[in-house]
């Protein structure tokens, strides 16, 4: 049996020991959480091509594929800034069906995006399922 893969994410903070452990999904640039993580450019899983489940918080679960150009693999940094577009465009595309609904022209909610805002996101880690397939490990 082989080890499944599990990345998780820290920069320098004051306020935690080991550092920060999370990366803000809202907006992780502007807080520079992921300019600053530790070992950002580590390649952290070896493939080219993977799936990435969202399910939280989430009544209707979304696969969504992203491919790196680097034949060795994603970095840390650039699998979390795929995550967290994953995130913003999940809630993006969630508002503009709940938009189009008060309209009178779409009907229910996409993702079934329950309480929690993005703002309230923090993204701690990954693990792998199986195959290329990632699950998330999401706080709020």
Same mark, same amino acid.
């Given at each position: ?16 020991e ?17 300019r ?5 450019? #580590?390649? %952290? ?6 799936? @990435? ?7 209707k679960? %979304?696969?969504? #594929?992203?491919q790196?150009?680097?034949s060795?693999?994603f ?8 995550i ?8 993006? #595309?969630?508002q ?12 229910? #909610? ?7 805002? @993005?703002d ?5 880690? %990954?693990?792998?399922?199986e ?7 999401v706080?709020?």
């Amino acid at each position: 049996m082989s080890n499944k893969i599990k990345v998780t994410f820290s920069q320098p903070d004051e306020n935690f020991e080991n550092g920060n452990p999370y990366i803000h999904i809202s907006n992780p640039n502007a807080a520079i959480d992921i300019r600053n993580q530790s070992n950002g450019n #580590e390649i %952290v899983i070896p493939m080219s091509k993977i799936k @990435i489940l969202f399910n939280y918080p989430l009544s209707k679960e %979304v696969i969504l #594929e992203y491919q790196t150009l680097r034949s060795q693999g994603f970095t840390r940094s650039e699998l979390a800034r795929c995550i967290c577009r994953g995130y913003q465009n999940i809630y993006s #595309e969630e508002q503009d069906t709940i938009n189009n609904s008060l309209n009178g022209s779409g009907s229910c #909610e996409q993702y079934g995006i329950w309480g929690h805002n @993005i703002d309230d996101l923090m993204l701690l880690g %990954v693990e792998q399922k199986e195959g290329n397939l990632f699950a998330l490990i999401v706080d709020s």
